[in-house]
């Protein structure tokens, strides 16, 4: 299954760092998330846009995950040439990861 | 306990105004917010003011001001705003123009200044924060240097009895804090609430960013009557607990997935939320929906403020220049291709001398670049050229804009709707100041 049928995310900036969280629709699936998206597989997704290191910050008593990625606005969100300078858009193509279902746990119907 | 409602009247200097109006008039509020502030507002508007020593506020003020002096006069609502952005004094005295021109006397406007510090940094040794450059050496090409000033001169501003309170630069959730502070009694070393009472200004500072806007995903978060989003309430005790809703019938909705959307936006470390009045801790934060559109948020804490303000730098960095042309219909991607390598050549042969340069395909990779954007093996029937460039003068920016520009007749076949563009970048970089070297001053003026 897609991180996207988990999970949401929404993309914010500083300067030249950008920030996405990942948030559980249900916070019992927190720690499958918090399993399979880690900062090196961030990193790797976005190894075209973002140049320097990803810190993943864990914030369980939301579900949710905030990765920090440093040079990832094309300069800064005030000079970039990029036509999404504020980075957005990055939040999306986070939510495209395939994360194993088998993993998930079972519920209680 | 004692609550006290207070409203976020925009996210953003160009938002929408009905909901202000709506939150003035139906919110039940005592306390009505705008944030109007971004990044680069204050170095553009410092160039405004420059030109003219009565402009340098938020263009919308006027328009913003009108609409809801009337509604906040007869409730008793107090506003507190950045819309001074460059220039406060100039907008509390065209605010005092809209209030006489309404009839409302007696409206009590406090400009609260200070918050601009170019000449401190220039002078001092300081260095950019992101380059480790002294600031001295950037001094030709300073435009704006404004310190993030706190709650501390919005309170003392109350405390006299201002009904409107305008500033210039201030961290974006203190504008909320400071109404927590001055209602109920809060000290300024009270890190724990004032960690709370930030919490709640930066779950509002954005508006419509809690309410379901900027939130939508078709089939997966579907968000209801987004026409009509309405903007924020939040209501707060005395003991610093929350609660986020809206007025009953607006648009959009306030659950625990929109807060939490909001809670993490702009954030970095979770548990060190740096502001000028507490460093905010939202790692134990939860939300709890406790009914339609209400939801409860707890467990944010706070622990002593820096020692430093942060300050935005504003600074002429270069000239961009633009260039788009469409093509569409069977082979379009091909001809989009053949363009943007003309105009790459073009550039090259009459020796257009730029720092930087992108080639994007709109449609097909300008976004994400070309390892993400896997257009699933098919086509798009139609593509946006678009070429971007870095120069030292505008007129080596216009130059690249004209290159795409003459793809009409002399590239690919069947181009359309070109657009070129070129502009001077006031572009940001940030300093630490001591706060001690920021001195806030507060102007009364009664309509």
């Known amino acids: 299954m897609k991180l996207r049928d988990i999970a949401h995310s929404r993309t914010g900036d500083k300067g030249d760092i950008s920030n996405i969280s990942v948030i559980a629709f249900d916070e019992a699936d927190y720690p499958l998330i918090e399993a399979h998206v880690t900062a090196d597989r961030v990193k790797e997704l976005f190894h075209e846009v973002v140049h320097g290191e990803v810190v993943r910050y864990t914030i369980p008593s939301v579900g949710a995950l905030n990765f920090v990625m440093r040079q990832a606005l094309g300069g800064g969100v005030t000079r970039s040439l990029a036509l999404d300078a504020h980075g957005k858009c990055l939040a999306s193509a986070l939510l495209d990861l395939e994360i194993p279902a088998t993993d998930r746990p079972v519920r209680a119907t | ?447």
């Open chain 2, 1 to 447: 306990m004692k609550t006290i409602r207070i409203g976020s009247g925009a996210g953003y200097s160009g938002d929408r105004i009905e909901p202000a109006v709506e939150l003035a008039e139906q919110g039940d509020i005592q306390y009505l917010v705008f944030e109007c502030l971004a990044e680069r507002t204050i170095a553009i508007a410092q160039g405004a003011k420059l030109k003219d020593p009565a402009q340098g506020y938020d263009p919308l003020l006027a328009e913003r001001m009108l609409a809801v002096l009337r509604p906040c006069h007869a409730k008793g609502i107090r506003i507190v705003t950045n819309m001074g952005a460059a220039n406060p004094a100039a907008a509390a005295a065209r605010t005092r123009e809209i209030a006489r021109s309404l009839g409302l006397g007696g409206l009590k406007i406090a400009a609260v200044s200070g918050d601009d510090v170019l000449e401190t940094l220039k002078s001092g040794d300081h260095r950019i924060e992101e380059t480790g450059e002294p600031v001295s050496a950037m001094a030709g090409k300073l435009v704006s240097a404004n310190a993030y000033l706190g709650a501390a001169p919005i309170v003392a501003a109350l405390k006299a009895g201002a009904d409107i309170v305008i500033t210039g630069r201030v961290a974006d959730p203190a504008l909320f804090l400071a109404p927590q502070i001055f209602e109920f009694g809060w000290s300024m070393e009270d890190w724990d609430r004032l960690g709370k009472g930030t919490v709640v200004g930066h779950l509002l500072e954005c508006a419509g960013q809690v309410t379901g806007g900027y939130f939508a995903d078709p089939g997966v978060k579907d968000v209801a009557d987004l026409a009509r989003l309405g903007f924020p309430i939040a209501e707060v005790g005395e003991d610093g607990s929350a609660v986020i809703t809206k007025v009953a019938g607006s648009g959009g909705a306030v659950t625990t997935a929109t807060c939490k959307e909001q809670l993490l936006y702009e954030i970095h470390d979770p548990a060190a939320y740096l502001t000028p009045d507490v460093v905010a801790d939202f790692s134990q934060v939860r939300f709890v929906q406790e009914g339609p559109d209400r939801v409860r948020v707890t467990g944010a804490t706070g622990r002593q403020r820096p020692g430093t303000l942060k300050v935005s730098v504003g600074y002429i960095d270069s000239f961009i220049g633009e260039g788009q042309i469409s093509y569409a219909g069977p082979g379009a991607l091909a001809r989009g291709r053949l363009a943007l390598e003309i105009v790459r050549e073009r550039l090259a042969l009459t020796g257009v001398a730029t720092t930087e340069l992108r080639f994007d395909l709109i449609g097909v990779d300008s976004i994400h670049g070309g390892a993400l954007s896997t257009a699933g093996g098919q086509e798009p029937y139609e593509v946006r050229v678009r070429v971007v460039g870095r120069t030292g003068s505008l007129k080596e920016a216009q130059r690249i804009g004209n290159e795409v520009e003459t793809l009409y007749t002399n590239g690919p076949a069947s181009g359309g709707g070109a657009t070129k563009s070129a502009k001077d970048v006031v572009a940001m970089l940030s300093a630490l100041l001591p706060r001690e070297l920021a001195k806030p001053a507060i102007e009364f003026m009664e309509a």
